[in-house]
């Protein structure tokens, strides 16, 4: 029963999904009324909306991916029950947005600097994981059933470990999101600089036979697979992060002895059950991360297409 509800509630959060995307994605927009680039401002308010947006839709699998990471003895789906997939969704989802806003103004930024898309995705993740962090420990605390609510987490930790607590796990965390965030920008714009070269190309050939302009830039549903792709390799990439980061922020949820440490950590699930353990919830993750990306990078290039067309020529948000 309890994996048939969770079947039925997939259903209807996929069929939003879906209903989201057509509304907002496939709208035709004029690209010639676009005569400016987003303002740092605009980047900021993009980011964060297609991040949260984008989060919340996806919130239950990324559950999923928390409970099959952690230890022997944690409580699994069927003691918890299907609530756990949403437990934390709203108030978690609510940091997205600054996640969001965070990295894709600063990529935005500092793309076309010295720094290149590989320093400015860096800057991304580092400037994200000021929040991502304590994002990450409040959720996966929530969906693994250490705390019943938002408010008792809060309390809890601050309580018993004060605001370094917010930031358990900080150094797999950031060992995760750097590399992460850096693989999937970077092999977006690779990719999108290919398809913009193709396209190029082309021009001539194209204004010569039918007097038609090549579109210089990605499409709402061609950043959605080129984010899937991107979001894809840089999973499995940083799997081992990971599963080391949902293990040391979800210890209180296993009856068994503590890790020490990070290196006790690896060195514990590497003696007791083998390098596999360290690919564990890479279905679940791999789904969350290239839904979550592909919905972010299309988002983020619909709603930018949106704005530029309402604002031609003055930035709403010029900071």
Known sequence: LQFFSLFCFSTLEIMKLFKIMIVILFKQINAEK????????????????????????????????????????????????????????????????????????????????????????????????????????LKQRLVSGIYPNFYSAVKSIWTTNGFRGFYTGFLPTISRNVPFVILTFTTFAAIESHILKMRTQQQSTNAHENGKTTNYHLSAIESMQVG????????????????????????????????????????????????????????????????????????????TNVLLHNHPTTAILPC
Not at 39 to 46: A, F, K, P
Not at 70 to 83: D, N, P, S, Y
Not at 98 to 122: D, K
Not at 266 to 294: N, V
């Open 228 to 303: 899937i792709v991107s979001a894809l390799l840089a999973s499995l990439l940083t799997q081992p992060f990971d599963v080391v980061k949902t293990r040391m922020m979800t210890q209180a949820a296993s009856n068994a002895i503590p890790y020490r440490n990070i290196r006790d950590c690896c060195l514990t699930m590497l003696r007791t059950e083998g390098l596999s353990s360290f690919y564990k919830g890479l279905p679940q993750r791999s789904a969350y991360s290239s839904g979550l990306w592909a919905l972010q990078f299309g988002l983020n290039a619909r709603l």
């Open 34 to 137: 676009i005569v400016r680039q987003v303002s740092n401002g605009e980047r900021l308010l993009i980011g964060g909306t297609a991040r949260a947006g984008s989060q919340l839709a996806l919130y239950p699998i990324d559950a999923l991916r928390t409970l099959a990471q952690t230890r022997a003895g944690a409580k699994g789906l069927k003691e918890l029950g299907v609530k756990s997939l949403i437990s934390g969704a709203g108030v978690t989802s609510s940091f997205a947005y600054f996640i969001g806003a965070l990295q894709f103004a600063t990529y935005g930024a500092l793309s076309q600097t010295r720094l290149g898309p590989l320093g400015a995705s860096a800057a991304g993740a580092m400037a994200s994981s000021v929040v991502s962090i304590p994002q990450e420990v």
